[in-house]
């Protein structure tokens, strides 16, 4: 069964930028999207953007366009994201979740998340 | 791209029956028949309960269900039981390979 195991919990300067890791265990990203997800504390869920490893394409939403960056390494199963220009906003779990290629939105493995603190 | 609207908290006693609606426009929920729900339990990642729309995942209770019509969605916990006592998303497929998530709803068992 396919776990997406996540990089531990960081805590970074405003204006900085941050680089969380997502890596399959037990499994591979073949056929499968995966996106990443953002919950602040106390809030709901926020849809960042996605990658899909086999074709190399990302998609982002317009909110994160030109400060996140989403890439993914099929040889280690592993994908990044990377939120640049930190503000105190950015301080949130931020999860990985496996995406069916066939249904967009259908996430139906997560990743444990990494929590992100931003703070001076 | 506004997240979709939802009840902010509904609540019922155990065995009652509780209706999650979620709103969006023909850009999303209206558009596609791509949306799922997931439940979070607190400090824990959420979890998968409907796809498409209405389907279920293997291992999801029958006592969930969902449906559409027009811009809005709606997932249905029959049955409810303490341990449903969790928020609720719900997410659509908004077209260029994009997503939304809703509002969230808080679901309390009385």
């Known amino acids: 069964q396919v776990q997406l195991v996540q990089s531990g919990a960081e805590v970074k300067k405003p204006g900085s930028s941050v680089k969380a890791s997502c890596k399959a265990s037990?499994?591979?990203?073949?056929?499968?999207?995966i996106s990443w997800v953002r919950q602040a504390p106390g809030q709901g869920l926020e849809w960042m953007g996605g990658?899909?490893?086999?074709?190399?394409?990302?998609n982002y939403a317009q909110k994160f366009q030109g400060r996140v960056t989403i890439t993914a390494d099929e040889s280690t199963n592993t994908a990044y994201m990377e939120l640049s220009s930190l503000t105190s906003e950015g301080t949130a779990v931020y999860y990985c979740?496996?995406?069916?290629?066939?249904?967009?939105?259908?996430?139906?493995?997560w990743g444990q998340g990494t929590m992100v603190t931003v703070s001076s | 791209q506004s997240a979709l609207t939802q009840p902010r908290s509904v609540s019922g006693s155990p065995g009652q029956s509780v209706t999650i609606s979620c709103t969006g426009t023909?850009?999303?929920?209206?558009?596609?028949?791509?949306v799922s729900w997931y439940q979070q339990h607190p400090g824990k990642a959420p979890k998968l309960m409907i796809y498409?729309?209405?389907k279920r995942p293997s291992g999801v209770p029958d006592r969930f269900s969902g449906s559409k019509s027009g811009n809005t969605a709606s997932l249905t916990i029959s049955g409810l039981q303490a341990e449903d006592e969790a928020d609720y998303y719900c997410?659509?497929?908004?077209?260029?390979?994009?997503?939304?998530f809703g509002t969230g709803t808080k679901v309390t068992v009385l």
């Open positions: 990658i899909i490893p086999i074709f190399g394409t990302t």
């Open positions: 498409d729309v209405s």
């Open positions: 997410c659509s497929y908004a077209g260029s390979y994009t997503n939304v």
């Open positions: 979740a496996r995406e069916r290629l066939q249904s967009p939105g259908v996430f139906d493995i």
């Open positions: 023909s850009s999303d929920v209206g558009g596609y028949n791509y």
């Open positions: 037990g499994g591979t990203f073949s056929s499968y999207a």
